[in-house]
């Protein structure tokens, strides 16, 4: 499968250590995409949000102010159609299967592990691109569909209505 274009792409690296936050950049650049905002914090990062035009958010799961998890769970709930709906990339250096459960909870759309590569990145974003997992809206979870696969129910299996 050819890689998709990434160079209309708009990416908020929401990442408090600003080295890391400028290596992701620069990653972003070298997989062409051309628009790229940095947030430090949880407030910049709420604020550049509320200006719309972001597709995806690369969160530090260490965000200063609120930690990625927290930040994602009321960025799905928030009223702000615009900004609910962006696509979550959440980054992390040491992540347990209970915080990457807590993450994919939380609304999460992918999930990196550092140390990462441009092609990891790459992979990531061509996903979210290339196949949007539709929004889900209930009184337990908002955020993409958790089902990576499609099963067809019949047979045996089929519940009858």
Excluded: W
């Excluded at 792409?9 to 408090?16: D, I, N, Q, R």
């Excluded at 914090?41 to 799961?61: Q, T």
């Excluded at 009223?79 to 299967?97: F, G, I, K």
Aim: aromatic fraction near 4%; charge should be positive.
């Amino acid at each position: 499968m050819a890689s998709p274009d990434l160079a209309d792409l708009s990416v908020l690296v929401a990442e408090s250590n600003m080295q890391m936050a400028d290596l992701v950049s620069q990653m972003l650049r070298g997989l062409g995409v051309r628009k790229i905002q940095v947030a430090t914090d949880a407030v910049a990062a709420s604020s550049i949000l509320r200006r719309g035009g972001i597709d995806v958010l690369m969160i530090d799961d260490a965000l200063s102010g609120l930690n990625g998890t927290t930040f994602t769970r009321r960025l799905r709930r928030s009223e702000d159609e615009n900004s609910r709906h962006v696509a979550v990339l959440m980054m992390s250096s040491q992540p347990s299967t209970a915080s990457i459960t807590l993450a994919r909870d939380a609304g999460i759309t992918e999930f990196l592990r550092r140390p990462f590569s441009a092609a990891q990145i790459g992979e990531k974003l061509g996903v979210i691109v290339s196949a949007p997992r539709p929004f889900i809206d209930t009184a337990g979870y908002a955020g993409p569909d958790r089902r990576r696969r499609k099963a067809g129910v019949g047979g045996d299996e089929r519940r009858s209505l």
